[in-house]
């Protein structure tokens, strides 16, 4: 083979993986040591990566919509033991209606070990080994606040949306996305409400704000379209508690907008997930103290 500069026409075989070659921006074939275009670097993993990589390299991870499959396979079959354990314990399942707070504890536990157990594995295998880094499991001190804004928001038009889809439909009840008895003492209540307000607004954002959205993006999805698409899948988890076809279309309304403003704080926020995790505990807390006292 003849060099040419920094350059080599094309070697025999397979140039590609751990010969020590690459195709460079100018369709020639380069050693190793020589980017494929100008401002690439060379990362850890021996492999060159594009300027913006430095900031967003989540983007370059091999993690994707296969683990988000795996997800939801792993939280149905957590709910299935979950209905397991309850059924062993009480002596009975209990219906959607009438479940006690202790056993919503079960279930938020078994769906925190699917859901974090899924983008653990999937940041350690394919990824960057960091919860923080692919996921964006961090934030900045201004990021509580949009959350909390975003949360206030998000309750006050859910409720709005929520109240006049029953109203059209003759509903007699509003309809909740918590089917639960109210807890009866005080500490029925701080397990359920770290269990609904503490814990599942972590895990359900580190999955579909971070797991989710975030494979949408990578795909080479526009902004808003990730944003739509995922909060269509962040609602679908919760209409299996409607018991009629006019609950679906209340919880499909209101749930569609929690879901909305939570992807729009995450993106507000260089699609870091402090703020939509505050956003989503100021709505469950909220819901958890009305249920309470009401």
Known sequence: MDRVGDTWAPPSGSPVGGSGWHLGSDETWQLVDHPPAPGFWLASDALW?????????????????????VGFAAYIAAGLVAVAI?????GSAESADEIAPGALAVYVAANAIAMVGTASIATARKGLRSLRADFGLRGRWLDPLVGLGTGLAAVLVAGLVGAGIDRALGADEPTSNIPVDAPSNATEFWVFF??????????EELFFRGLVYRSFLKRGRGVWRAI???????????????????????LLGSIGVLGL???????????????????HMVVNGLAAIALYVG
């Open 49 to 69: 990566y594009p300027p913006e990589a430095a900031t967003e390299p989540w983007r370059w991870s091999a993690w994707g919509f296969g683990e988000v499959w």
């Open 86 to 90: 309850i059924a062993v314990v009480t």
């Open 194 to 203: 770290t269990a609904i307000a503490i814990v599942t607004p972590v895990v």
């Open 228 to 250: 739509v698409s995922t909060t269509i899948i962040f609602v679908a988890p919760h209409l299996p508690v409607a018991e009629s076809w006019n609950e679906a279309v209340s």
């Open 261 to 279: 403003a939570f992807a729009l704080a995450c993106h507000w926020t260089a699609n870091r997930l402090a703020a939509p995790i505050v956003a």
